[in-house]
């Protein structure tokens, strides 16, 4: 299994990202998804996942209400769509997938892991 995150970049404070995972594999349709962030000098942290049909999606509660997972099981797709970007939401954000259906905070569960993309936000 290979996973490709794109999309990351530099943005203002109050705007908008959306980014992609591109999960290659035999059964993506049945892996649960998550997306995790790591800020310089701060240990990875979970941000928000999604089951293998999308029917349960978990978010960090620093990110409720402004972050939406989705995922696209014919494209092999999983986004993450970033709104009312602030500063402290910059860090490297990393898809990850598991041999598993359900949708999962912790980070361990996670068995596939991508090289993870860089978010900026300028305040």
């Known amino acids: 299994v290979q996973l490709q995150a794109s999309g990351g970049g530099l943005v203002q404070a109050g705007g908008s990202l959306r980014l992609s995972c591109a999960v290659s594999g035999r059964t993506f349709s049945s892996y649960g998804m998550g997306w995790f962030r790591q800020a310089p000098g701060k240990e990875r942290e979970f941000v928000g996942s999604?089951?293998?049909?999308?029917?349960?999606?978990l978010y960090a509660d620093s990110v409720k209400g402004r972050f939406t997972v989705s995922r696209d099981r014919a494209k092999n797709m999983v986004y993450l769509q970033m709104n009312s970007l602030k500063p402290e939401d910059t860090a490297v954000y990393y898809c990850a997938a598991r041999d598993a259906t359900g949708a999962a905070s912790t980070s361990g569960l996670y068995d596939y892991w991508g090289q993870g993309t860089q978010v900026t936000v300028s305040s």
């Open positions: 999604i089951s293998w049909n999308g029917g349960r999606i």
